[in-house]
């Protein structure tokens, strides 16, 4: 599964270029916070296997209005660190990979 490069923006970490990209619109369950908002990273140069990271924060333009926190490029970065100390190899061909920093999100009822 490779990402667009339309809409995707570029961060480099330890020098190793990457991109990432966010929904601009949320899925159902985001719009209606039953779900916390998720960002997908990839290898820039060498495409391989996804990083796929769900947050503890509400999609920013979720439908019921609830108090979000926007996704900022440090956040991509401590996130694909963590990913890469847990064993995410970016250049390497597979299924996506799946970070999980959910805790503490509450769904709206």
Known sequence: MALGRKGARRIVVDDTAYR?????????????????????VEHADTPGTTLVVTSNQPHLSNWIGREARPV?????????????????????????????????????P
């Open 20 to 40: 990432w990209r966010l929904r601009r619109r949320p899925t159902y369950f985001q719009g209606l916070t039953w779900s916390p908002c998720t960002f997908a």
């Open 72 to 108: 900022l490029p440090s956040d991509v970065a401590q996130a694909i660190e963590r990913a890469l100390r847990e064993g995410w190899s970016p250049t390497a061909p597979g299924s996506p990979w799946h970070l999980d920093l959910s805790a503490g999100f509450t769904p709206s």
